[in-house]
């Protein structure tokens, strides 16, 4: 069974940065695309970024220039660098894995961006 377990959410002042990350575990991540959404309040669940086991990232118009996406399959992690952060980026982070009819969420993290 995949498990998902993000961390590195947390209170940022507007213009900050925040590095998320989302650990592995269960199968092999090499085979999974792997995906961050994120869910603000009242709002509902948006794309934020992804990256697949191979090709190129992509990401939502809101954070793109802002928010890089990697990988490291060594590690069985996803990363999400956020930069230049803004109130309107504030929302639960989640992480998404998906191969073939397989998906898996995460339980969330927190990010907050407030002065």
């Known amino acids: 069974q995949v498990q998902l377990v993000e961390s590195g959410g947390g209170l940022v002042h507007p213009g900050g940065s925040l590095r998320l990350s989302c650990e592995f575990s269960?199968?092999?991540?090499?085979?999974?695309?792997m995906n961050w959404y994120r869910q603000a309040p009242g709002k509902q669940r948006e794309h934020v970024a992804s990256?697949?086991?191979?090709?190129?990232?992509n990401y939502a118009d809101s954070v793109k220039g802002r928010f890089t996406i990697s990988r490291d399959n060594a590690k069985n992690t996803v990363s999400l660098r956020m930069n230049s952060l803004k109130p309107e980026d504030t929302a639960v982070y989640y992480c998404?894995?998906?191969?073939?009819?397989?998906?898996?969420w995460g339980q969330g993290t927190q990010v907050t961006v407030s002065s």
């Open positions: 998404y894995a998906q191969r073939l009819g397989d998906e898996y």
């Open positions: 990256i697949p086991s191979l090709g190129r990232t």
């Open positions: 269960g199968s092999d991540f090499r085979f999974y695309a």
